[in-house]
């Protein structure tokens, strides 16, 4: 009894389901059957290679270690994910193919959760009974190859660090799943008049809640699982509004999760907007664009996401994306005009079906869920990327749900009608899902190596100093100074208050034997941003070299006060007690990889 209320399947329907799944692992290890060897790339080296934070599970027991620096708030903000990290690092250490077994693992499982997230949506009582019913495992199917298989996902999964983003839609969908499961179970004991299954619904409750927590401690984005678990709710069920509102309530609280992450660093009693200026200070890397122009600009950008899950041609890591800053600059006003119209249909849809058993709520609910989950980063808290790929990950999921689900539904109206074009629908769904893995395999290449990653950023964003900077990291790394040095000298020409370029280049000359040159340009860093680690611990470096050991010390100690984390400065210090003169760690130069502390 127990299994049949949990389960709700026959055999038959069962062994179509496993048949399902195997599809999705299937697609799923054919498009990133390539991306087990990529190695560390941008912001894997400061997040988890250069990172005592990852290194050293200690600090997840005792986070006070690092009270008052920014790994304080990426631990209280992103405990989570950065715990996944550290656990991986325990099992075998630096070897990326680990992680990328883990960030796989959590892709696939996702889409598993999507099949089954529409599943259940089909089980509801507000469209169980739809014209569409029949075709659900179908749709359920088509909706998580998609998203399995389509390119823009691999910046979230093949890119190690935003496990952030994945693992955070893990526990966004695993929450949502179990609510509409213990919604359903309920119904079902409440309508054939059951007793004795209290503990079963209350624990599949829990684990929800426990999950969406979770979900919290991992990325930010989760913020907006509450107010999606309240609109499915109101949209696939019913009931009286206070039962609803008390049983909803837990999860609303879960809300408190991420602003109690700030209560030592922001009075509560101070202006909201100067709250939300703290957070997101503290949250991401300043940017001088402005809260309103980062919202004209963000209309504009999510068309562009809406481009890419429909056609993903020239993606990019480091999108070199105008800032706009009035509402009546035409891109801005027709971009705001159609995203408008997009969310009036979804509304239209309610309202207008509203007493109908439709899917049409599946498909509103999609387009509310897209623009939900984007909320977070492109709304009105500023980041420096405008942009980022990673980002569409938890909101493909709504566009792929509208997409398939209106697919199928022109299918069933075309029937009659236009027999043949409803019958091509299906195959090419398929047609695109193998489509899609197949880009997902190419895009994956330009991930092999840091070289062929920025210089296909560099190709696609030529006017932005950032790729010459990380492609000259990436030569550096390789000992190509010569190659690297005008790459440097550009992105300082590009913008001459850029520290990176300047860190880099001395670097290089430090390489080349040109000393002088090296502590110039990293006192010129230090000029640029004092709160920046990595000069001091490279003048540390030369200062040790030159036997000034007693300054060296002080470098090197300066570093870590800035950036307890600091692995290679940390390093440093101990190869300084043991008067060592090593410039290398580890076989390679010191700080000589691109090293941007951030949150992305």
Known sequence: MVWSILVESKHKSDYQKVLHAFLIVVIAFLAYANSFSVPFQFDDYPIIKNNL??????????????????????????????????????????????????????????????????????????????????????????TALLFVAHPVQTQAVTYIVQRY????????????????????????????????????????????????????????????????????????FQGKLRRRVLFLMPFLLTMLVIPLAFTDLVDIHQPLGKILTIISKKSFISTPVSKWDYLLTQFVVIVTYLRLLVLPINQNLDYDYPIYHSFFDLRVFLSFAFLLSLFALAVYLIYRYRDQVLVSRLIAFGIFWFFLT????????????????????????????????????????????????????????????????????KRNQVWQSPVSLWQDALKKSPNKPRPYNELGAAYTMQKKFAEAVPLFKKAIQLNPRYV???????????????????????????????????????????????????????????????????????????????KTNSHTDGGHPVKQEPEVLTLP
């Open 165 to 236: 983003m994945s693992l955070a839609t893990l526990f966004y969908l695993l929450s949502l799943t179990l609510f509409i499961k213990w919604r359903l179970i309920s119904l079902k004991i409440s309508s054939l008049n059951l007793k004795g299954f209290g503990s079963i619904r209350a624990g599949v409750y829990l684990f929800s809640l426990i999950a969406a927590i979770l979900a919290m401690k991992t990325k930010e984005i989760a913020f907006t699982l509450p107010l999606a678990i309240v609109l499915y709710e109101f949209l696939f």
């Open 53 to 142: 934070l990852v290194q050293d599970i200690c600090y997840f027991a005792d986070p006070s270690r690092v009270m008052g620096t920014r790994l304080y708030y990426y631990l209280k903000l992103r405990y989570v994910s950065l715990l996944s990290f550290a656990i991986n690092y325990q099992l075998h250490g630096l070897d990326v193919w680990g992680y990328h077994v883990a960030n796989i693992a959590i892709h696939i499982f996702n889409a598993l959760l999507v099949y089954l997230l529409l599943l259940l949506t089909f089980a509801t009582p507000r469209i169980e009974n739809s014209l569409l019913k029949k075709r659900a495992p179908l749709i359920a199917l088509i």
């Open 374 to 441: 984007l909320a977070v980063e492109s709304s009105f808290m500023p980041m420096v990327d405008v942009i980022n790929e990673h980002r569409l990950y938890l909101p493909a999921v709504g566009a792929f749900m509208s997409f398939t689900t209106s697919a199928f539904l022109l299918a069933e109206r075309w029937k009659n009608h236009w027999p043949l074009a409803a019958k091509f629908i299906l195959p090419t769904l398929l047609v695109s899902v193998l489509i899609f893995a197949t880009c997902s395999y």
């Open 500 to 578: 990176y370029p300047y860190i880099n280049l001395g670097l290089a000359y430090s390489s080349l034997g040109q000393i002088n040159q090296a502590i110039i340009l990293y006192k010129k860093a230090l000029k640029l941003d004092s709160r920046n680690s990595i000069p001091y611990n490279n003048l540390g470096v030369i200062y040790r070299q030159q036997g000034k050991l007693r300054e060296a010390e002080e470098l090197f100690r300066k570093a870590l006060e800035i950036h307890p984390g600091d692995a290679v400065a940390q390093k440093n210090l101990a190869k300084l007690h043991e």
